[in-house]
Nanobody, 119 residues
Framework: QVQLVESGGGLVQPGGSLRLSCAAS????????MSWVRQAPGKGREWVST????????TYADSVKGRFTISRDNAKNMLYLQMNSLKPEDTAVYSC????????????WGQGTQVTVSA
């Protein structure tokens, strides 16, 4: 069965960095676009970024463009999100998603990892 397991969240000061990881299993990882989404307390789920199956094409929400970088290692079935210049408004649970959220092809979500940006 499909499994998506995130790691790397934590508490970081404003302006700091974190790298999230997502270990994927149960499907042919290299054949699928992958996405990151986040959900802040009391808010709806927000799309963050998507990467093509081969990693050549990446797209970002305006709120994270220029600060976050999505990447993948198809040999290791791993998805990553490098987050720099973090802001308090980036505080959320971050989840990896099988499929492209903007294309409405997402069908599996991980449980998520908490990111808290606070002084």
């Amino acid at each position: 069965q499909v499994q998506l397991v995130e790691s790397g969240g934590g508490l970081v000061q404003p302006g700091g960095s974190l790298r999230l990881s997502c270990a994927a299993s149960g499907f042919t990882f290299s054949s699928y676009r992958m996405s990151w989404v986040r959900q802040a307390p009391g808010k709806g789920r927000e799309w963050v970024s998507t990467i093509s199956s081969g990693g050549e094409i990446t797209t970002y929400a305006d709120s994270v463009k220029g600060r976050f970088t999505i990447s993948r290692d198809n040999a290791k079935n791993m998805l990553y999100l490098q987050m720099n210049s973090l802001k308090p408004e980036d505080t959320a649970v971050y989840s990896c998603v099988k499929g492209s959220v903007p294309r409405r092809e997402a069908d599996y979500w991980g449980q998520g990892t908490q990111v808290t940006v606070s002084a």
